[in-house]
Nanobody
């Protein structure tokens, strides 16, 4: 079974930083496309950052140059380093995975098979 578990969420002030982590287990992690999504109540889940098997990355334009996605394949870990945080970054953040062979970058939530339960990020002004 595939399991993704996020951690690192919490409260921060605008301008601050947080680092989210996602621990993956139960599958061959190395070849998977991984991504971070976020969602607020009543809104559609949106992609934040993507990283493919070759470590190529892409970002939602609103977080580009502020967030950095990375992966450690040896440890089956995914990270999202978030800086210069803004109140509009407040959301539930989800780790997601898609198997090899699929297009990775900028893919919506429909393209991802596996999800964590989320970690809440709250940014105050």
């Amino acid at each position: 079974q595939v399991q993704l578990v996020e951690s690192g969420g919490g409260s921060a002030q605008a301008g601050g930083s947080l680092r989210l982590s996602c621990a993956a287990s139960g599958y061959r992690y190395n070849g998977y496309c991984m991504a971070w999504f976020r969602q607020v109540p009543g809104k559609e889940r949106e992609g934040v950052a993507w990283i493919d098997y070759d470590s190529s990355t892409s970002y939602e334009r609103s977080v580009k140059d502020r967030f950095t996605i990375s992966r450690d394949n040896a440890k089956s870990m995914l990270f999202l380093h978030m800086t210069i945080l803004k109140p509009e970054d407040t959301a539930m953040y989800y780790c997601a995975a898609a198997p090899p062979g699929r297009y990775c970058h900028q893919t919506t939530h429909y393209g991802f098979d596996y999800w964590g339960k989320g970690t809440l990020v709250t940014i105050s002004s």
